[in-house]
């Protein structure tokens, strides 16, 4: 009797394990990380500001790219809908979370390169604050459906 309980156990064990199975897999695949900032620019700095992105940020944005430190960037037009929303979205996509780990201490000799020093790097911040306004930035990370 104890056998017959056991070998009935055991196929009830084994035949829902594939359904219990099915149930804990995810419907998706973690994919690319997007960093996104919205940027308002300054009133009739527009011009000026996409110089900037064309040049510098480009030359930037290529380089870590070329470096596998990033998978690709982009850089949209929005319609602002008040004086407070973004007119720029930028974006860059990561392989996934780890591209994170000691992003700093990869990305700084590229900066260093493009800028000269690191405090050059900073004063070039500031000059590019007086063209527009960080509005804001948010992480998003792509799910894959299966």
Known sequence: MKKILLLLAAAILTTSAPASRAQEEHAYTQG???????????????????????????????????????????VYSAMPRDPQ???????????????????????????????GSLPKAASASADRGKMRREIGSQMVRQLILK
């Open 85 to 115: 929303d973004a007119d720029l979205i930028l974006t860059v996509t990561y392989k996934n979370m780890a591209a994170f780990d000691d992003l700093q201490s990869r990305t700084d000799p590229v900066v260093k390169e493009v800028f």
């Open 32 to 74: 690319h990380v997007v960093v996104v900032s919205f940027v308002r620019t300054e009133p009739g700095m527009f011009e000026e500001y996409l110089r900037y992105l064309d040049n510098t940020y480009k030359h930037l944005m290529d380089e870590f790219k070329k470096q596998g430190l990033i998978t690709d960037y982009a």
